[in-house]
């Protein structure tokens, strides 16, 4: 499985292209759909599904320009649907944990709502897409409607329980660092720490 990082918009968002072989998924597509169909084509690539680690407009800005020419429906959590803006009926929402088998890949969606009430994190393999729930050495907002920081330090302990081997990628580069791994952020990220310091002490 190849993961590329793809840097767009004025916010340092990174949308990644998952591939293997000659079919692929995008996670986050936001800012510059020119720019991921010129990909997806010199890649040779075929866009089998869009999934959205949740509904800022920062990580859906003009997605659904890309889903409509692809005919595509985007997965999001249901809590998240009106937030993103896109039309309800551009998108597959669910709930709660799930899988989803689409061509080659395996998706686990993971809750973590805290951010936003409908976050997730998206795992395909040993790669766990994180959006703005978890960044190297911090983690997301919880000062903006729907936010939650009570939900948030619940959703970083349950990350923290993920094997310690876990890729993770955010959904902004900031600082230039867009990735990790849960047993270096287990022991390096305050935000994460001071989650697990909590819940050990309830």
């Not at 094997?163 to 390096?188: L, M, N, W």
């Amino acid at each position: 499985m190849n993961i590329d990082v793809i840097n767009l918009g004025p916010m340092d968002n990174c949308t990644y292209l998952v591939s293997e072989g000659q079919d692929a998924l995008l996670i986050d597509p936001a800012w510059d759909m020119n720019f991921l169909e010129h990909t997806l084509q010199e890649k040779g690539l075929r866009l089998l599904a869009v999934f959205f680690t949740h509904g800022h407009f920062d990580h859906v800005k003009f997605a659904q320009n890309l889903l409509e020419k692809h005919r595509l429906k985007g997965y999001m959590e249901k809590n998240d649907v009106i937030l993103s803006g896109i039309d309800a009926h551009m998108l597959n929402a669910y709930s709660g944990e799930q899988t989803f088998d689409v061509g080659p890949f395996h998706v686990e969606i993971i809750p973590t709502p805290g951010h936003t009430a409908g976050g997730v994190c998206i795992k395909i393999g040993n790669a766990l897409f994180t959006g703005d729930t978890l960044f190297p050495g911090a983690c997301g907002r919880v000062d903006l409607p729907s936010s939650d920081p009570r939900e948030m330090r619940r959703s970083l302990v349950k990350l923290s329980k993920l094997p310690e081997d876990t890729q993770i990628f955010a959904g902004h580069s900031y600082g230039g660092k867009c990735s990790s791994t849960i047993g270096y952020e287990r022991v390096k990220n305050p935000f994460m720490r001071n989650a697990i310091r909590d819940a050990e002490a309830l």
